[in-house]
């Protein structure tokens, strides 16, 4: 019997992981700080912005003691800019996810690996008109919680349908030109987008592979005889030096 | 290819035309003439377990069966694939195409022209799945609309095999998830 478990994460996991993200928040009551394990939360001292993470900022805007200052990619301005790029400027790829906010030198350091939800992606001083990793989720997690902190919370659930319209199109139009190797590129690629293509995408790379494989097996047999062959003649030339 | 795997053993059950090389006392009956010998030379349908047994086993230098590419992988249909692969009804030529396909290849790679059937292959699946998952992500949001080519789709599904049923199932599923996580935003 198969594991009844799908292998991946559900669009709710996602969703939960999101909430790791960190946003901006104005209070409107003090609050010390809190000891967590990710860290102690910065002292809110109204009208200070303070940054938190999501599912504080929740829970504390569900309590009405503080505002949620949303990321200015999700201004209707920047996802039309986004919208534009995505079915304009370049129709076949996904738009580009914003910089790293660290500088990426040659030489290794700590902050090159950091990867969301520990980058500051969703806060206020994100960079408009770029999607971050967790945007989907996180867009829909705020048109729920708190539509009056945003500017026009219905035109935005229209762009962000739109987009996802646009973007899971795309995906599925790309397993057209699938090789064996799989997808040439995911960048720029949100996690809901991620899970909810996985099923389809694996499936496809799945059963590409098995009509690949007896041409791979002949292929590499035919490779082996060939490097077979070499290596008999490289040591025949070594015994003629010698 | 797991023991167990449904699909494999269903695989092994394709009928495919054997020619048998040697007299064979007692399985007339195969050739519907019970009782008696099974006469070399005779071409019967053997599953595909059997008759690759067959072909691979050698009787004193001698084949015992000599096997012949079934009739769903024909240059017929071969080319059909070729034109159009979304117009070919797989699932009538066989329930499990893809998987018999790959384990004839196998058997018989330099009967069929092995590379081009091959590719032939790949590029049906490749252009079917893309229509499967633009159905899978279409499929019960309009239902008892019927609109306009939704006969069209209900035919094509039809002519779905078991592999690709499951990636219908796939496709289908991640939007589902999708779509009742949103739902479940928006009626909070």
Same mark, same amino acid.
């Given at each position: 019997m198969a594991l009844p478990l799908q292998p991946g994460l559900t669009p709710t996991e996602v969703a939960f992981l999101c909430e790791m993200e960190t946003v901006t928040v104005v209070p409107r009551q003090r609050l010390e700080s809190l000891p967590l394990i990710s860290g102690p939360t910065p002292a809110l001292r109204p009208p200070h912005r303070s940054p938190l993470p999501l599912w504080l900022a929740l829970l504390l805007k569900r309590q009405r003691r503080a505002n949620i200052l949303p $990321? $200015?990619? *999700?201004?209707p301005q920047s996802l039309d800019k986004i919208l534009k790029y995505e079915t304009e400027t370049s129709p076949e790829g996904f738009s580009p996810p914003p910089p790293h906010p660290y500088l990426l030198t040659t030489r290794p350091a700590s902050t090159d690996t950091i990867s969301p939800p520990f980058l500051p992606s969703s806060t206020a001083g994100a960079p408009a008109g770029y999607l971050p990793y967790h945007w989907l989720e996180l867009g829909e997690i705020l048109l729920e919680a708190c $539509?009056?902190? *945003? $500017?026009d919370p219905n035109r935005i659930r229209t762009q962000l349908r739109d987009l996802r319209e646009v973007r899971m199109a795309k995906i599925r139009h790309r397993?057209?030109? *699938?090789?064996?190797?799989?997808?040439?590129s995911l960048r720029g690629v949100g996690a809901m987008e991620v899970s909810e293509g996985r099923g389809f995408i694996v499936g496809v790379m799945d059963g590409i592979r098995k009509l690949g494989s007896n041409r791979e097996v002949a292929r590499r047999e035919r490779e082996e005889y060939e490097g077979g062959e070499g290596g008999i003649s490289d040591e025949g030339e070594e015994m003629e030096y010698e | 290819m797991s023991y167990y795997d449904l699909d494999s053993i269903l695989t092994d059950g394709q009928k495919v035309p054997t020619t048998i090389e040697l007299e064979v006392p007692g399985l007339g009956y195969l050739d519907n003439?019970?009782?008696r010998p099974l006469k070399a030379g005779t071409k019967v349908d053997l599953p595909l377990w059997l008759s690759q047994m067959l072909a691979v086993s050698a009787y004193s230098t001698k084949h015992i069966a000599d096997l012949e590419p079934p009739s769903c992988l024909a240059p017929r249909v071969m080319n059909a694939l070729k034109a159009d692969p979304k117009s070919v009804d797989i699932r009538a030529l066989s329930s499990h195409f893809y998987e018999f396909a790959v384990r004839i290849l196998e058997l018989l790679d330099e009967v069929l022209v092995y590379q081009d059937a091959c590719a032939v292959l790949m590029e049906t699946w490749r252009r079917r799945a893309a229509e499967i998952s633009d159905h899978a992500s279409n499929a019960g949001q309009n239902r008892g609309g019927g609109g306009m080519g939704s006969t069209d789709g209900v035919e094509f599904l039809r002519g779905l095999d078991d592999s690709e049923r499951y990636l219908f199932r796939a496709a289908h599923d991640g939007t589902k998830a999708m779509r009742s996580w949103m739902g479940e935003m928006t009626k909070k």
């Open positions: $990321p $200015p990619w *999700l201004h $539509p009056d902190d *945003l $500017p397993t057209k030109d *699938l090789e064996g190797g799989g997808i040439t | 003439a019970p009782g």
